[in-house]
């Protein structure tokens, strides 16, 4: 992803941006510090206008790698170095998962908006916000765990994450939820690779660890947050695709869309829901809900499987 940094000044001007976290730290370039005057010159993320259209765009820190929703101020440069009296001429937010900004369907609530919500469909406790928005962001993680819903799906294709000879890992990236699959492409092929449990790997090959054997790559497990390529990679001018879905973020008050609320709003409410009661200790309506999510759970991913052209009938002509 690019450009997720935008401003507007007159055209000609020099722009840049300003990373602050939710708890009120700068991004320094490498990682996020106390608020340090000595240290302004190290906040600046540079922007570049668009033309003569008076529009500034810049990309979102990829050494950020934890997700959450960040704040964003441009300022212009008035002299030839940055100033902390340059004016701040915009502000934003980026919901960033990690290692792309974040994408919503039309009709995704906010977070304070679902929070309400929450509040609207049954649990009433108003000075438990903490728990509920930590219940919203456990209930997305658990169902993006268990299903690849279309809104999560990312395709990355990673380049670089083998590049010695007689490694045969990969890094899982750190927005990675279920994994759909890996293609190895050599330039002129592309071929899927076989997935594989980590016992039939060491089966496969036993002696990856102590051999310079190598050929090309057949198959592949994900195990100890790494995908291992077997046999290891007689090349490191592979590339690897990798698809999966993203794991959900953080939600807090202020993040843009909370994932599922343009189609599946009441599922998701509903595992919350389940959640919240049992920290209360209501067991009887966390059953109830937890209940009820499990069966519109399972009607959803009926309805994801039949658009993406994946189901299939049973004797009695109901969509598996």
């Known amino acids: 992803m690019a450009n997720e940094l935008r401003g507007v000044t007159a055209t000609g001007s020099t722009c840049y941006a300003l990373i602050v976290n939710s708890v009120g730290k700068f991004w320094n370039g490498t990682a996020f510090e106390d608020y340090d005057s000595g240290s302004y010159s190290d906040y600046d993320i540079a922007m570049t206008e668009q033309g003569v259209s008076g529009i500034f765009l810049g990309n979102f820190p990829s050494g950020i790698t934890a997700s959450g929703t960040y704040e964003y101020f441009v300022k212009r440069q008035l002299t030839g170095s940055v100033q902390e009296t340059d004016p701040v001429i915009n502000t934003g937010k980026v919901d960033w998962t990690g290692s792309s900004s974040a994408t919503y369907a039309v009709g995704s609530m906010t977070g304070s908006d679902f929070y309400d919500y929450v509040l609207r469909q049954g649990f009433k406790r108003t000075d438990k916000s903490t728990e509920v928005y930590e219940a919203i962001t456990d209930a997305i993680r658990e169902m993006r765990r268990r299903f690849m819903f279309d809104e999560a799906e990312v395709e990355a294709v990673t380049t670089d994450s083998i590049s010695i000879l007689g490694d045969y890992q990969l890094s899982l990236e750190s927005d990675f939820g279920l994994l759909l699959g890996v293609t190895i492409e050599d330039g002129t ?54 698809t999966y879905s993203q794991r959900g973020g953080t939600v807090s008050a202020s993040t843009t869309g909370v994932p599922f609320t343009a189609l599946y709003r009441d599922v998701l409410c509903d595992n919350v829901l389940s959640r919240l009661f049992y920290i209360m200790e209501d067991f009887d309506k966390g059953n109830f809900y937890k209940q009820r999510f499990e069966d519109q759970f399972l009607l959803s991913v009926r309805r994801e499987r039949m658009n993406s052209g994946e189901s299939v009938f049973n004797q009695e002509g109901f969509y598996l």
């Open 189 to 242: 092929n592309a071929t899927p690779l076989k997935q594989v449990t980590k016992s039939k790997f060491n089966d496969l090959y036993p002696d990856i660890n102590v051999t310079a054997d190598r050929g090309y790559p057949l198959n592949f497990t994900v195990y100890a947050g790494s995908i291992q390529i077997g046999p290891a990679p007689d090349q490191v001018s592979y590339s690897y695709r990798v």
